[in-house]
C-alpha cells in the first residue's frame, strides 16, 4: 500500500508529538489526570504572551480595516473555525458591531459547528468558495485559524485572500514561525507543544487560539471606541441582562439614580453612551450624538478627558 503524503506531513508536526510528561495519564487518578491538564494549560498563556508583538499588528490591521470600511472574517476547520465563529458572533451584542462587519466561517459550514464535518478541510478550493461567497474584497482581512498551519481549508482561502484579492491576511497557529510557509502578512505563532492527548488540538492549541482571538477583537473594539474606561457602552440590551447591565454602567458613570438611569437610557434609545453623554454634558440627544461624532465615538473625548 503507497503511503498517503499527509502521513508524513502530519508525523513531524510540533502539534502531532506524544508529551513525555503525559505518557501515564491512562493509569492515574482522576484528580492527578486533572492535574496534568491544568499544569498543561497554565505554560499557554506565557507562549501567547510572546507573540505579542505580532496580535499588536493584526490589531492595527483590524482596526484600519473597520475604520476604511471593510470587514473582518475568521476562517478555519473543526476547533479552530469553531473558535472564529464564537468569536464573530459575540461581537455584535457586546459591541453593538452589525453582524457582517466580523464574519467565521468554518469548513462544512455552520452546520459544523455541533456536528464535525472533518472531511470539509481537506479542499483548498472549500476555503476559496466561501470566501467568494461572502464577496471578500481587497478591503477585508482575512484571519486563518489552524493549529497545524496545513489544513487545505484555510490554506486556500489565505492564497486567495492574498494573491487574488489582495486584501490583508493572517494566520494564527500552534506551530513554531521557523515551520510555516504561508505567505500572510501577519503570522501569530503560538507553539504551545505536544498535547496532554496526542493530536488533541482542541485543548492547548485550543485554547491559545481562544486567548489570541479575544485579545485581537477586544483590543480592536477599545480602538474603535467602544469602551469608556473598562466598560462596555456600544453593547446592545437584546437581554434582560443585558438591559440591566446597561444601566448600571450608566449609574456607575454618572452617579445617578436607578430610575434616571433606566429614563436616560429609554431616550436614548438604548444607547450606553449617547445616555452617558447626555447626562454628564447636560444636552439633548442629537447634540450627544453629533459630539460623539466627532469624537470617533470616544466617550472620554467628548467628555474632555486625557488620552
Request: hydrophobic letters at 40%; proline letters at 3%.
Amino acid at each position: 500500500m503507497n503511503r498517503d503524503p499527509v502521513f508524513d506531513e502530519i508525523k513531524n508536526l510540533l502539534t502531532e508529538q506524544r508529551n513525555p510528561r503525559t505518557e501515564k495519564i491512562d493509569r492515574v487518578s482522576i484528580e492527578e489526570a486533572l492535574r496534568l491538564i491544568n499544569e498543561e494549560d497554565k505554560t499557554v498563556a506565557h507562549v501567547v504572551e510572546k507573540a505579542i508583538p505580532d496580535i499588536a499588528k493584526a490589531v492595527k490591521i483590524y482596526v484600519n480595516t473597520i475604520k476604511n470600511g471593510g470587514r473582518v472574517f475568521y476562517i478555519g476547520a473543526g476547533t479552530s473555525g469553531r473558535l472564529g465563529v464564537l468569536d464573530a458572533a459575540e461581537l455584535p451584542p457586546t459591541y453593538g458591531t452589525p453582524y457582517w462587519l466580523v464574519q467565521g466561517l468554518i469548513a462544512g459550514g455552520y452546520g459544523a459547528l455541533v456536528r464535525a464535518v472533518e472531511g470539509a478541510e481537506d479542499y483548498k478550493e472549500n476555503g476559496i468558495k466561501d470566501l467568494k461567497e461572502r464577496g471578500v474584497n481587497k478591503k477585508d482581512f482575512v484571519i486563518g485559524i489552524a493549529a497545524s498551519k496545513r489544513t487545505p481549508y484555510v490554506v486556500g482561502a489565505l492564497e486567495y485572500a492574498k494573491k487574488e484579492i489582495g486584501c490583508k491576511t493572517a494566520l494564527i497557529t500552534a506551530i513554531p514561525r521557523k515551520d510555516v510557509d504561508i505567505k500572510v502578512d501577519v503570522l501569530i505563532s503560538v507553539p504551545v507543544g505536544p498535547e496532554v492527548v496526542m493530536g488533541s488540538t482542541r485543548m492547548k492549541a485550543g485554547t491559545a487560539q481562544k486567548l489570541v482571538l479575544n485579545m485581537i477583537s477586544t483590543v480592536a473594539m477599545i480602538q474603535t471606541g467602544k469602551v469608556y474606561k473598562n466598560m462596555m457602552v456600544d453593547l446592545w440590551a437584546t437581554s434582560r441582562k443585558l438591559v440591566e447591565r446597561s444601566k448600571r454602567v450608566i449609574m456607575i458613570v454618572t452617579g445617578v439614580d436607578y430610575e434616571t438611569a433606566a429614563r436616560y437610557l429609554e431616550m436614548a434609545h438604548g444607547s450606553v453612551k449617547i445616555a452617558i453623554v447626555m447626562l454628564l454634558k447636560g444636552i439633548d440627544y442629537e447634540t450627544a450624538c453629533k459630539e460623539l461624532e466627532k469624537a470617533d465615538g470616544f466617550v472620554f473625548r467628548v467628555l474632555g478627558e486625557k488620552e
